[in-house]
């Protein structure tokens, strides 16, 4: 569903709600992605087990940090690169997210102002 234009009227709120839907899926998927990516990086590498995987990257996604000692070389590289790359998913994440609500106000404003000229 592409965004409206300036001069368009402003979107109902029940497809409002639906952008809004699809935008925090795609934003899940991410970070379901993301955890994937991290427990298979963690499990693979260092020998994690699974559900100790999960919560590594799970916590490394939030900046909390990871929870297990890593061992191996290999594992605190890995560990480096996803948490930057965890810093910079958190912001796409934001964005996405916030990114409708964004737009509504921004059109609001723009209505607004086409309706004082």
Partial sequence: MPYERKSDKLLSKSQFYIRISLHVSVA???VLISIGFGAIGYHGLEGISWVDSIYNASMILTGMGPVTVLKKDVSKIFASIYAIYG????????????APLAHRLLHLFHLKEAEEE
């Fill in 87 to 98: 810093g910079i998913i958190l912001l796409a994440i934001t964005g996405i997210i916030l």
């Fill in 28 to 30: 899940l998927g991410l």
